[in-house]
C-alpha cells in the first residue's frame, strides 16, 4: 500500500473552507484515495474516496491531481463539529484486497 | 449510527486474563476488519475476514484470535493479557457495493490493569 504524508495539524475558522493535503507520490494506478475522521475517541467516518477524478458528496470534496500523486479534502464551511483528525489513506478497494491503512492523519481544530 | 454493532463497550481486567470482544456487521456486509487504537501507536489493522475466511492480516500478535461466524458476527479473542494491551478496538465492515466504504463500530475500550 502506497504510504500518505499529511501535516500533524491546521487550524480553521468557523464558516471557512478547511483544505487538507495529502501526498501520495507512490500511489499505484489502482489504488483510491480514501478520507476519513475520527472525532474524539469514536469509530472513524467515511468522508469520501476518488480514483482520479475530483469528487463531490454531501460532506466534502476531493482535489485529485492530474499526476495522481496529491489531493485535497476541502470542508466548505467549516463549523467547530468538524473538529477531528482525519485521514488520508491510498488502498486497492477494501472488500477484494485491500486493507485501509490509517497513518497518524491531520488534527484539525476548527475555531469559533 | 454505522449500523455496526460491538460489545462490550468498556471492559477492564488484569494481566494475564483471555477477554473476547465481539463484533455484529452491518446487515449484508460480508467483510469484517478489526483494529487496534492505542495512544502510542494510532489504528494498527489487526485482521480481516470475508465470509468467514481470513483474508489479510496485518499487525495482530500471536496472543490475539479472530473468527467469523456462519452468522458473519465476528469475534476478537485476546489472551495473556498484558497491560499494553489497553486500547480501543474497533470493528468495520464493508459490503460488496462499488463504493469500498469502511463503516466502523463504535469501538470496544479494553484496560489492563
Known amino acids: 500500500d502506497a504510504k500518505t504524508t499529511q501535516p500533524p495539524s491546521m487550524d480553521c475558522a468557523e464558516g471557512r473552507a478547511a483544505n487538507l493535503p495529502c501526498n501520495h507520490s507512490?500511489?499505484?494506478?489502482?489504488?483510491?484515495v480514501y478520507w476519513y475522521r475520527q472525532i474524539h475517541s469514536q469509530g472513524p467516518q467515511y468522508i469520501i474516496h476518488?480514483?482520479?477524478n475530483n469528487e463531490t458528496n454531501e460532506m466534502a470534496s476531493l482535489i485529485i491531481t492530474e499526476d495522481r500523486k496529491s489531493s485535497t479534502l476541502i470542508l466548505p464551511h467549516a463549523t467547530l463539529r468538524d473538529t477531528a483528525v482525519y485521514y488520508c489513506?491510498?488502498?486497492?478497494?477494501?472488500?477484494?484486497?485491500?486493507?485501509?491503512?490509517f497513518g497518524q492523519g491531520t488534527t484539525l481544530q476548527v475555531k469559533p | 449510527d454505522s449500523g455496526v454493532t460491538q460489545t462490550p463497550k468498556h471492559l477492564i481486567t488484569a494481566t494475564g486474563q483471555r477477554v473476547t470482544l465481539r463484533c455484529s456487521p452491518r446487515?449484508?456486509?460480508?467483510?469484517v476488519y478489526w483494529y487496534q487504537q492505542s495512544l502510542d501507536q494510532g489504528l494498527q489493522f489487526l485482521i480481516q475476514?470475508?465470509?468467514?475466511?481470513?483474508?489479510a492480516k496485518g499487525n495482530i500478535l500471536e496472543r490475539f484470535s479472530a473468527q467469523q461466524f456462519p452468522d458473519l458476527h465476528s469475534e476478537l479473542n485476546l489472551s495473556s493479557l498484558e497491560l499494553g494491551d489497553s486500547a480501543l478496538y474497533f470493528c468495520?465492515?464493508?459490503?460488496?457495493?462499488?463504493?469500498?466504504?469502511?463503516?466502523f463500530g463504535e469501538g470496544s475500550r479494553l484496560t489492563v490493569l
Open positions: 475476514y470475508y465470509n468467514g475466511e481470513e483474508r
Open positions: 446487515s449484508g456486509d460480508l467483510s
Open positions: 468495520a465492515s464493508s459490503g460488496e457495493d462499488s463504493t469500498g466504504e469502511l463503516f
Open positions: 489513506i491510498v488502498s486497492l478497494r477494501p472488500g477484494n484486497t485491500g486493507k485501509l491503512i
Open positions: 476518488g480514483l482520479k
Open positions: 507512490t500511489i499505484s494506478g489502482n489504488e483510491y
